[in-house]
């Protein structure tokens, strides 16, 4: 007997329509509600009115072809969280090694076996579901209003010690979203024991990479800190080729960018220059200047929440120091 899916909504995505109307079958037997579209645009369309529990997609096809579909749907904050799987007679590892990295959940070869290629859409429904119960468990901005607030009340309402002047570092470093009041009763008060927290806060953090465009993050972090940059006299260089791109968490990302431009800010002798360019499959932005007042503690502790915070999307940071006194942030991501 077939198990009921009527709950569930599948898009089928493939320019010919045979193939279509055999998994169209295929999935009619186990009671799904399909949807298809003959292309990668139209599979597009159909996701501004639709959002399917999961869609197959095929990857030869014209004009835009399944690897770029799905890069365009990760890349879209209302449809980046769909399980998709791609169907193909295409099978070597590049092939595979491919999707995976545009964002697919899935790789099933044809011919593919019937009742294989149900259990995958079935498990990969699941997990989204598990997916999503997570994440309406982790705190949000703006759930977290009250928790944050009580961090700025903590900072004010004490003399200014070192401790206190490190939770203000903080608020910059990590994801507002983060922050609770777990922040507040540390027994280690020290830069290590601010830098342990955010390890174990990030533990649980679930991640969603997404296509991001780094020319529209910096505008943004620029504009958030310009009040800064004003009362400091900072001119900034900017030298991008194109608009470059990341693959990241849009929050982890703007963390660990605003934590390194607004640091670069406070310590800069007024000129900041931000570069990146893009080396194989890595994008590396390098944010340089000449410190004048550095602390090296607050420095490092700064980099050190940075790193942690990209290492959870498989990049890394680094600090390099010149003898002139130059300090130079880079962020390294995959595109």
């Not at 599979?43 to 690897?67: K, R, S």
């Not at 859409?121 to 579901?129: L, T, V």
């Not at 915070?309 to 120091?321: E, L, W």
Request: proline share 3%; hydrophobic share 45%.
């Amino acid at each position: 007997m077939a198990t009921d899916n009527s709950q569930y909504t599948v898009l089928v995505v493939d320019d010919v329509p045979v193939n279509i109307l055999l998994v169209k079958g295929m999935l009619a037997k186990q009671k799904f509600n399909v949807i298809s579209a003959n292309s990668g645009q139209q599979a597009l369309d159909v996701l501004t009115h639709e959002h399917p529990d999961c869609i197959l997609l095929d990857i030869l096809m014209p004009n835009m072809n399944g690897f770029e579909t799905t890069r365009v749907i990760r890349a879209n904050i209302k449809t980046r969280d769909i399980p998709i799987i791609l169907l193909s007679a295409l099978n070597s590892d590049s092939d595979i090694k491919e999707g995976m990295e545009a964002g697919a959940n899935e790789f099933v070869t044809k011919p593919f076996v019937q009742d294989r290629l149900i259990a995958s859409i079935q498990n990969q429904i699941k997990n989204a579901a598990a997916n999503r119960k997570e994440l309406e468990m982790m705190p949000t901005a703006a759930s977290n209003y009250d928790g944050t607030m009580r961090l700025l009340a903590f900072v004010a309402c004490q003399k200014q010690d070192q401790f206190s002047r490190m939770l203000t570092e903080m608020a910059l470093c990590v994801p507002i979203d983060l922050v609770n009041d777990d922040l507040l009763n540390l027994t280690d008060q020290s830069a290590q024991g601010l830098i342990d927290w955010t390890v174990r806060r990030m533990q649980n953090y679930y991640v969603r990479n997404a296509k991001i465009s780094v020319n529209d993050t910096l505008s943004d972090v620029i504009n958030l800190i310009k009040p800064a940059t004003k009362a400091c006299g900072v001119e900034w260089d900017i030298q991008f080729s194109g608009d470059t791109s990341v693959s990241a968490d849009p929050s982890l990302f703007r963390a660990v960018i605003t934590n390194l431009m607004a640091y670069a800010c406070r310590m800069s002798d007024g000129n900041i220059k931000v570069t990146a360019t893009v080396d194989g499959g890595l994008t590396s932005i390098i944010i340089s200047t000449k410190m004048i007042d550095e602390n090296i503690e607050t420095t490092d502790m700064r980099v050190e929440i940075a790193l942690e915070i990209a290492s959870k999307m498989n990049g890394a940071v680094v600090c390099d120091r010149n003898d002139d006194g130059t300090c130079q942030f880079q962020i390294l991501l995959q595109i």
